[in-house]
């Protein structure tokens, strides 16, 4: 099993950015395919991005995509959600998930940050 804790939120005004991080312990990281999701209250969650276990493959949202990248390090334990040029609608609480690759679903969730851009 793996254990996820996320950091880096906070507040920020429009166009800027912001770094989320996501901690892991337990399982080695290498192991699992990792995700940033998104939700507030009255929106359906949202996928941000993915990236594979080997971290050479990574997915965007299109509401992200040339804004947001996501990177990992996987001798930290780490997993990295770097946000640019951010928008209102950017405001959210953001999670970190983690699934084995052979996996459809994502098993381990972290308890979230939020963003605020105002």
């Known amino acids: 099993d793996v254990q996820l804790v996320e950091s880096g939120g906070g507040s920020v005004q429009a166009g800027g950015s912001l770094r989320l991080s996501c901690a892991t312990s337990?399982?080695?990281?290498?192991?699992?395919?990792m995700a940033w999701f998104r939700h507030s209250p009255g929106k359906e969650r949202e996928e941000v991005g993915s990236?594979?276990?080997?971290?050479?493959?990574?997915r965007y949202a299109d509401s992200v995509k040339g804004r947001f990248t996501i990177s990992r390090d996987n001798d930290k334990n780490a997993l990295f959600l770097q946000m640019n040029d951010l928008q209102s609608a950017d405001t959210r609480m953001y999670f970190c998930a983690a699934r084995e690759p052979w996996q459809s679903e994502y098993k381990y969730w972290g308890q979230g940050t939020q963003v605020t851009v105002s």
């Open positions: 990236l594979n276990a080997g971290g050479n493959y990574a």
């Open positions: 337990g399982d080695p990281l290498r192991r699992y395919s």
